[in-house]
Protein backbone atom coordinates (compact mmCIF):
# COMPACT_ATOMS: atom_id res chain seq x y z
CA UNK A 1 0.00 0.00 0.00
CA UNK A 2 1.45 3.33 -1.32
CA UNK A 3 0.06 7.06 -1.12
CA UNK A 4 1.81 8.35 -4.43
CA UNK A 5 0.06 11.94 -4.66
CA UNK A 6 -2.37 14.30 -3.33
CA UNK A 7 -3.80 17.57 -4.60
CA UNK A 8 -5.43 20.07 -2.74
CA UNK A 9 -7.34 22.89 -4.33
CA UNK A 10 -8.40 25.08 -1.15
CA UNK A 11 -8.09 23.94 2.46
CA UNK A 12 -6.98 26.22 4.99
CA UNK A 13 -3.74 27.18 4.10
CA UNK A 14 -2.77 24.72 1.30
CA UNK A 15 -4.07 26.51 -1.88
CA UNK A 16 -3.61 24.58 -5.50
CA UNK A 17 -0.88 22.46 -3.78
CA UNK A 18 0.61 18.92 -4.62
CA UNK A 19 2.11 16.32 -2.82
CA UNK A 20 4.61 13.58 -3.86
CA UNK A 21 4.59 10.84 -1.64
CA UNK A 22 6.52 8.25 -3.68
CA UNK A 23 9.95 8.60 -4.43
CA UNK A 24 9.05 6.68 -7.64
CA UNK A 25 6.86 9.05 -9.10
CA UNK A 26 7.06 12.91 -9.86
CA UNK A 27 3.31 13.88 -10.29
CA UNK A 28 1.55 17.31 -11.18
CA UNK A 29 -1.60 18.54 -11.72
CA UNK A 30 -2.34 22.26 -12.53
CA UNK A 31 -5.69 22.25 -12.03
CA UNK A 32 -6.68 20.49 -15.72
CA UNK A 33 -4.30 17.93 -16.61
CA UNK A 34 -2.91 15.37 -14.17
CA UNK A 35 0.82 14.80 -14.98
CA UNK A 36 2.69 11.69 -13.96
CA UNK A 37 6.71 11.09 -14.21
CA UNK A 38 8.83 8.04 -13.17
CA UNK A 39 11.62 9.63 -11.66
CA UNK A 40 15.50 8.46 -12.75
CA UNK A 41 16.59 5.50 -10.71
CA UNK A 42 19.29 6.99 -9.55
CA UNK A 43 17.49 9.53 -8.03
CA UNK A 44 15.59 7.73 -5.25
CA UNK A 45 16.43 4.43 -3.53
CA UNK A 46 14.46 1.55 -4.59
CA UNK A 47 12.69 -0.46 -2.01
CA UNK A 48 14.83 1.04 0.81
CA UNK A 49 12.79 -0.50 3.75
CA UNK A 50 10.77 -3.40 2.20
CA UNK A 51 8.38 -4.27 -0.31
CA UNK A 52 5.78 -3.38 1.68
CA UNK A 53 6.59 -0.67 3.65
CA UNK A 54 6.99 2.91 2.70
CA UNK A 55 8.07 5.91 5.45
CA UNK A 56 7.19 9.63 4.18
CA UNK A 57 7.63 12.30 6.65
CA UNK A 58 7.04 15.90 6.28
CA UNK A 59 8.58 18.96 7.70
CA UNK A 60 8.67 22.31 7.78
CA UNK A 61 8.41 25.18 9.89
CA UNK A 62 5.46 26.13 12.65
CA UNK A 63 2.35 26.77 9.98
CA UNK A 64 3.94 25.42 6.97
CA UNK A 65 0.97 22.86 6.61
CA UNK A 66 2.32 19.29 7.75
CA UNK A 67 -0.51 18.52 10.18
CA UNK A 68 -3.25 20.21 7.19
CA UNK A 69 -1.64 17.37 5.20
CA UNK A 70 -3.00 14.20 7.72
CA UNK A 71 -6.37 16.40 8.08
CA UNK A 72 -6.82 16.23 4.14
CA UNK A 73 -5.98 13.23 3.70
CA UNK A 74 -8.37 11.73 6.82
CA UNK A 75 -11.25 13.60 5.16
CA UNK A 76 -10.76 12.17 2.43
CA UNK A 77 -10.89 8.66 3.92
CA UNK A 78 -14.02 9.57 5.57
CA UNK A 79 -15.82 11.30 2.55
CA UNK A 80 -15.87 14.40 5.00
CA UNK A 81 -14.27 16.46 2.21
CA UNK A 82 -15.03 20.52 1.60
CA UNK A 83 -12.85 20.92 -1.05
CA UNK A 84 -11.65 19.93 -4.25
CA UNK A 85 -8.92 17.43 -4.12
CA UNK A 86 -6.71 14.36 -6.20
CA UNK A 87 -5.66 11.19 -4.67
CA UNK A 88 -3.20 8.66 -6.32
CA UNK A 89 -1.96 5.45 -4.65
CA UNK A 90 -1.03 2.06 -5.16
CA UNK A 91 -2.85 -0.67 -3.99
CA UNK A 92 -0.41 -3.29 -4.57
CA UNK A 93 2.91 -4.39 -5.91
CA UNK A 94 1.68 -4.08 -9.97
CA UNK A 95 2.20 -0.43 -11.76
CA UNK A 96 -0.93 0.22 -12.03
CA UNK A 97 -2.40 3.38 -9.99
CA UNK A 98 -6.08 3.86 -8.39
CA UNK A 99 -6.80 7.21 -8.22
CA UNK A 100 -9.83 8.73 -6.80
CA UNK A 101 -11.72 12.81 -6.53
CA UNK A 102 -14.78 15.09 -6.29
CA UNK A 103 -13.27 17.02 -9.61
CA UNK A 104 -16.06 16.33 -11.86
CA UNK A 105 -13.49 15.67 -15.57
CA UNK A 106 -12.29 12.45 -13.35
CA UNK A 107 -15.60 10.69 -12.22
CA UNK A 108 -15.22 7.77 -14.53
CA UNK A 109 -11.72 7.01 -13.30
CA UNK A 110 -12.90 7.70 -9.65
CA UNK A 111 -15.36 4.79 -10.34
CA UNK A 112 -12.98 2.25 -11.70
CA UNK A 113 -10.68 2.39 -8.95
CA UNK A 114 -12.77 2.72 -5.87
CA UNK A 115 -10.94 3.89 -2.28
CA UNK A 116 -11.69 0.53 -0.55
CA UNK A 117 -10.59 -2.15 1.72
CA UNK A 118 -7.83 0.56 2.85
CA UNK A 119 -7.25 1.08 6.56
CA UNK A 120 -6.54 4.89 7.65
CA UNK A 121 -5.77 5.14 11.27
CA UNK A 122 -4.28 8.99 12.37
CA UNK A 123 -2.52 9.85 15.85
CA UNK A 124 -1.59 12.87 16.85
CA UNK A 125 0.05 14.02 20.01
CA UNK A 126 -1.77 17.15 20.01
CA UNK A 127 -4.49 17.10 22.31
CA UNK A 128 -6.67 19.82 19.95
CA UNK A 129 -6.54 18.22 17.12
CA UNK A 130 -9.97 17.52 15.83
CA UNK A 131 -10.15 14.43 13.58
CA UNK A 132 -10.00 10.84 14.69
CA UNK A 133 -7.40 9.49 16.69
CA UNK A 134 -7.33 5.57 16.62
CA UNK A 135 -4.19 4.96 18.06
CA UNK A 136 -4.34 5.64 21.93
CA UNK A 137 -1.33 5.45 24.81
CA UNK A 138 -4.15 5.61 27.56
CA UNK A 139 -2.95 2.76 29.75
CA UNK A 140 -6.86 1.48 29.39
CA UNK A 141 -6.76 0.91 25.46
CA UNK A 142 -3.30 -0.46 26.15
CA UNK A 143 -5.03 -3.18 28.24
CA UNK A 144 -7.49 -3.26 25.80
CA UNK A 145 -5.18 -4.07 23.01
CA UNK A 146 -3.31 -6.52 24.84
CA UNK A 147 -6.58 -8.18 26.35
CA UNK A 148 -8.28 -8.25 22.42
CA UNK A 149 -5.35 -8.79 20.17
CA UNK A 150 -3.82 -12.24 19.32
CA UNK A 151 -0.13 -12.47 19.21
CA UNK A 152 2.96 -15.09 18.41
CA UNK A 153 4.94 -15.58 21.68
CA UNK A 154 8.11 -13.85 21.65
CA UNK A 155 6.80 -11.04 19.04
CA UNK A 156 9.58 -8.29 19.49
CA UNK A 157 7.21 -5.31 19.34
CA UNK A 158 10.58 -2.78 20.82
CA UNK A 159 14.07 -3.65 21.25
CA UNK A 160 13.21 -3.31 24.48
CA UNK A 161 9.86 -5.15 25.36
CA UNK A 162 8.34 -8.02 24.07
CA UNK A 163 4.61 -8.57 23.25
CA UNK A 164 3.55 -9.32 27.05
CA UNK A 165 2.79 -12.39 27.42
CA UNK A 166 1.60 -11.98 31.23
CA UNK A 167 -0.61 -9.63 33.07
CA UNK A 168 -0.52 -8.42 36.67
CA UNK A 169 -3.33 -7.29 38.26
CA UNK A 170 -3.82 -6.02 41.68
CA UNK A 171 -7.33 -4.94 42.97
CA UNK A 172 -7.22 -1.58 44.54
CA UNK A 173 -7.83 -0.49 48.34
CA UNK A 174 -11.42 -0.19 47.76
CA UNK A 175 -11.89 1.47 51.11
CA UNK A 176 -9.57 4.35 50.44
CA UNK A 177 -11.34 4.87 47.27
CA UNK A 178 -14.22 4.99 48.78
CA UNK A 179 -13.23 7.82 51.48
CA UNK A 180 -11.90 9.71 48.80
CA UNK A 181 -15.19 9.81 46.46
CA UNK A 182 -17.01 10.86 49.65
CA UNK A 183 -14.72 13.74 50.06
CA UNK A 184 -16.74 15.41 47.17
CA UNK A 185 -19.73 16.52 49.11
CA UNK A 186 -22.38 14.88 47.03
CA UNK A 187 -25.02 15.27 49.86
CA UNK A 188 -24.43 18.84 49.84
CA UNK A 189 -27.07 20.08 46.74
CA UNK A 190 -29.88 19.33 45.30
CA UNK A 191 -31.41 20.38 41.71
CA UNK A 192 -34.77 22.55 41.36
CA UNK A 193 -36.40 21.56 38.22
CA UNK A 194 -39.55 23.87 39.20
CA UNK A 195 -37.45 26.92 38.10
CA UNK A 196 -35.25 27.92 34.88
CA UNK A 197 -31.16 27.11 34.94
CA UNK A 198 -30.35 29.99 35.04
CA UNK A 199 -31.66 30.85 38.62
CA UNK A 200 -31.70 27.63 39.68
CA UNK A 201 -30.80 27.41 43.63
CA UNK A 202 -29.55 24.73 45.28
CA UNK A 203 -30.58 23.36 48.86
CA UNK A 204 -27.97 22.38 51.62
CA UNK A 205 -28.14 19.13 53.05
CA UNK A 206 -26.84 18.43 56.25
CA UNK A 207 -24.18 16.47 56.27
CA UNK A 208 -25.20 14.04 59.54
CA UNK A 209 -28.56 12.96 57.93
CA UNK A 210 -27.24 11.42 54.69
CA UNK A 211 -23.11 11.91 54.16
CA UNK A 212 -22.93 10.17 57.68
CA UNK A 213 -24.77 6.99 56.44
CA UNK A 214 -22.67 7.02 54.39
CA UNK A 215 -20.03 6.74 55.82
CA UNK A 216 -21.31 3.55 57.64
CA UNK A 217 -21.12 1.94 54.81
CA UNK A 218 -18.15 -1.13 55.52
CA UNK A 219 -19.15 -3.62 53.20
CA UNK A 220 -16.57 -3.64 50.09
CA UNK A 221 -19.60 -4.72 47.56
CA UNK A 222 -22.13 -2.32 49.26
CA UNK A 223 -19.13 0.68 48.69
CA UNK A 224 -18.49 -0.19 45.05
CA UNK A 225 -21.99 0.14 44.21
CA UNK A 226 -22.48 3.23 46.04
CA UNK A 227 -19.11 4.46 43.93
CA UNK A 228 -20.38 3.30 40.57
CA UNK A 229 -23.59 5.08 41.24
CA UNK A 230 -21.98 8.07 42.50
CA UNK A 231 -20.13 8.14 39.43
CA UNK A 232 -23.37 8.63 37.54
CA UNK A 233 -26.22 10.33 39.76
CA UNK A 234 -25.89 13.62 42.60
CA UNK A 235 -28.79 12.14 44.56
CA UNK A 236 -27.57 10.33 47.71
CA UNK A 237 -30.77 9.45 49.82
CA UNK A 238 -31.08 5.96 50.92
CA UNK A 239 -27.95 4.77 49.46
CA UNK A 240 -26.77 3.46 52.80
CA UNK A 241 -29.04 0.39 52.00
CA UNK A 242 -28.10 -1.99 49.72
CA UNK A 243 -31.58 -3.56 48.34
CA UNK A 244 -32.63 -0.15 47.63
CA UNK A 245 -29.53 0.48 46.39
CA UNK A 246 -29.52 -1.92 43.98
CA UNK A 247 -33.20 -1.11 42.49
CA UNK A 248 -31.86 2.17 41.89
CA UNK A 249 -28.75 0.61 39.76
CA UNK A 250 -31.61 -1.67 37.80
CA UNK A 251 -33.80 1.03 37.08
CA UNK A 252 -30.64 3.16 35.60
CA UNK A 253 -28.75 2.25 33.28
CA UNK A 254 -25.39 2.20 35.48
CA UNK A 255 -23.54 -1.52 34.52
CA UNK A 256 -22.16 -2.77 37.60
CA UNK A 257 -20.79 -6.62 38.32
CA UNK A 258 -23.15 -9.77 40.85
CA UNK A 259 -21.97 -10.15 44.15
CA UNK A 260 -20.32 -13.59 42.84
CA UNK A 261 -18.11 -11.75 40.42
CA UNK A 262 -16.80 -9.29 42.99
CA UNK A 263 -15.96 -11.96 45.55
CA UNK A 264 -14.05 -14.19 42.63
CA UNK A 265 -12.40 -11.27 40.81
CA UNK A 266 -12.23 -8.24 42.47
CA UNK A 267 -10.42 -9.58 45.87
CA UNK A 268 -8.10 -12.05 44.21
CA UNK A 269 -3.93 -10.31 42.85
CA UNK A 270 -3.36 -12.57 40.00
CA UNK A 271 -0.29 -12.81 37.64
CA UNK A 272 -1.59 -14.92 34.76
CA UNK A 273 -1.22 -15.40 31.24
CA UNK A 274 -3.05 -13.17 28.91
CA UNK A 275 -4.17 -16.10 26.77
CA UNK A 276 -5.25 -17.75 30.01
CA UNK A 277 -7.49 -15.19 31.13
CA UNK A 278 -11.43 -16.03 30.54
CA UNK A 279 -13.66 -13.91 28.96
CA UNK A 280 -15.20 -12.78 32.43
CA UNK A 281 -12.29 -11.71 33.95
CA UNK A 282 -11.08 -9.67 30.56
CA UNK A 283 -15.20 -8.15 30.99
CA UNK A 284 -14.19 -7.81 34.52
CA UNK A 285 -11.14 -5.43 33.95
CA UNK A 286 -11.71 -3.45 31.24
CA UNK A 287 -15.67 -2.72 32.54
CA UNK A 288 -14.05 -1.61 36.19
CA UNK A 289 -10.69 -0.76 34.98
CA UNK A 290 -10.39 1.88 38.00
CA UNK A 291 -10.78 0.09 40.43
CA UNK A 292 -7.53 -2.42 39.42
CA UNK A 293 -3.42 -1.65 39.09
CA UNK A 294 -1.83 -3.06 36.01
CA UNK A 295 1.41 -4.19 34.60
CA UNK A 296 2.14 -6.05 31.48
CA UNK A 297 4.68 -8.29 32.01
CA UNK A 298 6.97 -10.12 28.66
CA UNK A 299 8.39 -13.35 28.31
CA UNK A 300 12.10 -12.32 29.71
CA UNK A 301 9.42 -10.88 32.77
CA UNK A 302 10.27 -7.35 31.59
CA UNK A 303 7.72 -4.76 32.97
CA UNK A 304 5.85 -1.84 31.87
CA UNK A 305 5.54 -0.38 34.92
CA UNK A 306 9.77 -0.06 35.07
CA UNK A 307 9.89 1.67 31.41
CA UNK A 308 10.84 5.10 31.36
CA UNK A 309 7.95 7.78 30.08
CA UNK A 310 9.42 7.67 26.33
CA UNK A 311 9.61 3.73 26.20
CA UNK A 312 6.15 3.70 27.76
CA UNK A 313 5.41 6.25 24.73
CA UNK A 314 7.14 3.93 22.31
CA UNK A 315 5.18 0.69 23.63
CA UNK A 316 2.00 2.01 23.28
CA UNK A 317 1.89 3.66 20.18
CA UNK A 318 3.71 0.24 18.63
CA UNK A 319 1.25 -1.34 20.46
CA UNK A 320 -1.36 0.01 18.90
CA UNK A 321 0.11 -0.15 15.54
CA UNK A 322 0.21 -4.34 15.99
CA UNK A 323 -3.01 -4.62 17.15
CA UNK A 324 -4.24 -2.56 14.43
CA UNK A 325 -2.84 -3.97 11.16
CA UNK A 326 -4.71 -7.31 12.06
CA UNK A 327 -7.63 -6.03 10.99
CA UNK A 328 -6.93 -6.13 7.41
CA UNK A 329 -4.21 -5.95 4.98
CA UNK A 330 -3.58 -2.73 3.23
CA UNK A 331 -3.15 0.51 6.00
CA UNK A 332 -2.18 4.24 6.04
CA UNK A 333 -1.15 5.50 9.17
CA UNK A 334 -1.29 9.45 9.77
CA UNK A 335 1.42 10.29 12.41
CA UNK A 336 1.20 13.96 13.77
CA UNK A 337 4.55 14.41 15.11
CA UNK A 338 4.78 11.02 17.52
CA UNK A 339 8.35 11.55 18.57
CA UNK A 340 7.31 14.74 20.38
CA UNK A 341 7.85 13.99 23.92
CA UNK A 342 10.74 11.76 23.46
CA UNK A 343 13.90 11.98 24.33
CA UNK A 344 16.47 12.18 21.76
CA UNK A 345 17.81 8.60 22.43
CA UNK A 346 14.49 7.51 20.69
CA UNK A 347 13.89 9.63 18.50
CA UNK A 348 17.40 8.52 16.86
CA UNK A 349 15.90 4.82 17.32
CA UNK A 350 12.06 6.07 15.91
CA UNK A 351 12.63 4.62 11.98
CA UNK A 352 14.71 1.65 13.21
CA UNK A 353 11.88 0.79 15.56
CA UNK A 354 9.03 1.31 13.13
CA UNK A 355 11.12 -0.71 10.81
CA UNK A 356 11.86 -3.66 12.28
CA UNK A 357 7.72 -4.30 13.70
CA UNK A 358 6.28 -3.30 10.35
CA UNK A 359 8.58 -5.89 8.63
CA UNK A 360 7.36 -8.52 10.54
CA UNK A 361 3.51 -7.72 10.11
CA UNK A 362 3.50 -8.75 6.37
CA UNK A 363 1.38 -6.43 5.94
CA UNK A 364 1.47 -3.27 3.01
CA UNK A 365 1.85 -0.23 5.05
CA UNK A 366 2.42 3.60 4.22
CA UNK A 367 3.44 5.66 7.17
CA UNK A 368 3.13 9.28 6.74
CA UNK A 369 5.02 10.97 9.88
CA UNK A 370 5.26 14.83 10.71
CA UNK A 371 7.86 16.01 12.11
CA UNK A 372 10.12 18.27 13.78
CA UNK A 373 13.25 15.95 14.30
CA UNK A 374 16.57 15.85 13.01
CA UNK A 375 17.17 12.33 13.68
CA UNK A 376 14.01 11.13 12.06
CA UNK A 377 15.25 12.55 8.77
CA UNK A 378 18.58 11.22 8.67
CA UNK A 379 17.36 8.00 8.82
CA UNK A 380 15.45 8.55 5.27
CA UNK A 381 16.86 9.41 1.86
CA UNK A 382 15.64 12.91 0.56
CA UNK A 383 13.35 11.26 -2.00
CA UNK A 384 11.36 10.08 1.04
CA UNK A 385 10.80 13.53 2.49
CA UNK A 386 8.31 16.21 1.80
CA UNK A 387 9.67 19.88 2.57
CA UNK A 388 7.33 21.88 3.18
CA UNK A 389 7.77 26.09 3.84
CA UNK A 390 5.33 29.15 3.35
CA UNK A 391 5.05 31.65 0.54
CA UNK A 392 6.77 34.87 1.28
CA UNK A 393 4.71 38.33 0.46
CA UNK A 394 4.85 38.69 -3.42
CA UNK A 395 6.31 35.48 -4.05
CA UNK A 396 4.01 34.29 -5.99
CA UNK A 397 0.63 36.03 -7.49
CA UNK A 398 -1.56 33.35 -7.09
CA UNK A 399 -0.70 32.26 -3.31
CA UNK A 400 -1.26 34.27 -0.56
CA UNK A 401 1.83 34.91 1.92
CA UNK A 402 1.59 32.24 4.22
CA UNK A 403 0.05 29.79 2.42
CA UNK A 404 1.79 26.03 2.00
CA UNK A 405 5.00 25.83 -0.24
CA UNK A 406 6.49 22.56 -1.31
CA UNK A 407 10.34 22.83 -2.12
CA UNK A 408 11.75 20.54 -4.10
CA UNK A 409 14.04 18.87 -1.74
CA UNK A 410 15.51 16.56 -5.05
CA UNK A 411 17.08 20.03 -6.21
CA UNK A 412 17.04 22.51 -3.65
CA UNK A 413 18.09 19.90 -0.23
CA UNK A 414 21.19 18.77 0.73
CA UNK A 415 21.13 14.63 1.20
CA UNK A 416 19.58 13.52 4.23
CA UNK A 417 20.46 9.86 4.99
CA UNK A 418 23.15 9.37 7.45
CA UNK A 419 23.67 13.15 7.59
CA UNK A 420 24.65 14.93 10.39
CA UNK A 421 22.43 16.69 12.67
CA UNK A 422 23.49 19.98 12.13
CA UNK A 423 23.28 20.02 8.81
CA UNK A 424 19.61 18.44 8.71
CA UNK A 425 18.56 21.06 11.31
CA UNK A 426 19.85 23.83 8.97
CA UNK A 427 18.77 22.76 5.75
CA UNK A 428 15.86 20.69 5.85
CA UNK A 429 14.18 22.20 8.66
CA UNK A 430 14.58 26.16 7.40
CA UNK A 431 16.08 27.24 10.52
CA UNK A 432 16.71 31.06 9.49
CA UNK A 433 19.35 32.78 12.08
CA UNK A 434 21.43 29.57 12.91
CA UNK A 435 21.01 27.06 15.16
CA UNK A 436 22.54 28.67 18.31
CA UNK A 437 20.12 29.85 21.02
CA UNK A 438 18.67 33.15 20.80
CA UNK A 439 19.90 34.07 24.04
CA UNK A 440 23.32 33.43 24.04
CA UNK A 441 23.27 35.12 20.13
CA UNK A 442 21.81 37.80 21.62
CA UNK A 443 24.07 37.87 24.45
CA UNK A 444 27.71 37.01 21.78
CA UNK A 445 26.35 39.76 19.36
CA UNK A 446 26.24 42.43 22.77
CA UNK A 447 29.81 41.76 23.62
CA UNK A 448 31.10 41.79 19.96
CA UNK A 449 29.43 45.04 19.61
CA UNK A 450 30.85 46.83 23.18
CA UNK A 451 34.20 45.29 21.99
CA UNK A 452 33.99 47.22 18.49
CA UNK A 453 33.04 50.63 20.07
CA UNK A 454 35.76 52.56 20.64
CA UNK A 455 34.36 54.66 23.72
CA UNK A 456 33.00 51.44 25.67
CA UNK A 457 35.18 51.50 29.18
CA UNK A 458 33.74 48.56 31.65
CA UNK A 459 35.20 48.49 34.94
CA UNK A 460 37.56 45.41 35.91
CA UNK A 461 34.61 43.21 37.21
CA UNK A 462 32.91 44.23 33.69
CA UNK A 463 36.35 42.34 32.04
CA UNK A 464 36.52 39.65 34.06
CA UNK A 465 32.53 38.88 33.59
CA UNK A 466 33.39 39.39 29.35
CA UNK A 467 36.01 37.37 29.31
CA UNK A 468 34.03 34.31 31.25
CA UNK A 469 31.42 34.64 29.06
CA UNK A 470 34.22 34.92 25.83
CA UNK A 471 35.83 31.53 27.65
CA UNK A 472 32.32 29.89 28.19
CA UNK A 473 31.65 29.98 24.11
CA UNK A 474 31.46 26.23 22.85
CA UNK A 475 31.66 27.04 19.27
CA UNK A 476 36.08 27.38 19.61
CA UNK A 477 36.63 29.48 15.99
CA UNK A 478 34.37 31.84 17.39
CA UNK A 479 35.71 32.02 21.03
CA UNK A 480 39.38 32.18 19.83
CA UNK A 481 38.26 34.97 17.59
CA UNK A 482 36.30 37.26 20.30
CA UNK A 483 39.16 36.87 22.70
CA UNK A 484 41.48 38.34 20.35
CA UNK A 485 39.09 40.98 19.98
CA UNK A 486 39.34 41.35 23.83
CA UNK A 487 42.60 41.44 23.97
CA UNK A 488 42.93 44.19 21.70
CA UNK A 489 40.28 46.07 22.97
CA UNK A 490 41.52 45.98 27.12
CA UNK A 491 45.88 44.82 26.12
CA UNK A 492 45.66 42.95 29.08
CA UNK A 493 47.85 39.45 29.89
CA UNK A 494 44.71 37.48 28.79
CA UNK A 495 46.65 36.10 25.87
CA UNK A 496 49.81 35.02 27.82
CA UNK A 497 47.19 33.53 30.84
CA UNK A 498 45.66 31.47 28.17
CA UNK A 499 48.85 29.95 26.22
CA UNK A 500 50.17 29.11 29.71
CA UNK A 501 47.21 26.99 30.53
CA UNK A 502 47.60 25.50 27.26
CA UNK A 503 51.24 25.19 27.74
CA UNK A 504 50.24 22.78 30.80
CA UNK A 505 47.63 20.94 29.67
CA UNK A 506 50.12 20.16 26.97
CA UNK A 507 52.66 18.98 29.21
CA UNK A 508 50.10 17.32 31.13
CA UNK A 509 49.30 15.25 28.49
CA UNK A 510 52.48 14.82 27.02
CA UNK A 511 53.86 13.27 30.74
CA UNK A 512 50.72 10.87 30.73
CA UNK A 513 52.12 9.30 27.66
CA UNK A 514 55.93 9.17 28.75
CA UNK A 515 53.97 6.60 31.86
CA UNK A 516 52.73 4.26 29.55
CA UNK A 517 55.96 4.15 27.27
Same mark, same amino acid.
Given at each position: MELVYLWVENYKNIHEQGFNFSPRFNCHYDGKTLTINENNEDEYIKNIFTKNINISVIVGKNGSGKSRVLECLDLIYLKKTTFNYMLVYKKDDSDALCYISNIERFRDIILKY???? #????????????????? %????? *?????????????????????????????????????????????? @???? %?????? +????????? @???EDIHGNLREVTDSYHQLLIILFLYEQ???? +???????????????? #??????? &??????? %????????? =?????????????? !??? !?NFIDSENRSYNNLSHGEKTLFGQFLSYYHLVNEQ? =???? $? $??????? /????????? #? @?? /????????????????????????? &???????????? @?? *???????????????? +? /? %??????? +????????? &?SFFMEGGLMGEFAKQKINEIIKNLKDENYNPIEQEKEQISLIIESIGEKFLSSKMMEMYYRKFKDDALKKSRKKSLKSEIKRMQKELKQL
Open positions: PFQN #IKTHIYSSDRTFTFRNS %ISLEE *KDILQYLLNSTFKNNFKLTTFMYFPNKLSVEPINLNDKFNKILEYD @YSDY %IYDDTI +GDDENRRVM @YGEEAVE +GLNDKSTLLNRLNESD #IKYPSES &DFNTIFK %IEIKNKIDE =LTPKQKEIYLSYYD !FFE !FN =LHIF $L $LDEPELS /LHPKWQKQY #I @YE /LYNLSKNLAKKIHFIITSHSPFLLS &DLPKSNIIFLDT @YK *KDEDDNQKEGNCKVVN +G /L %IEKEQTF +GANIHTLLS &D
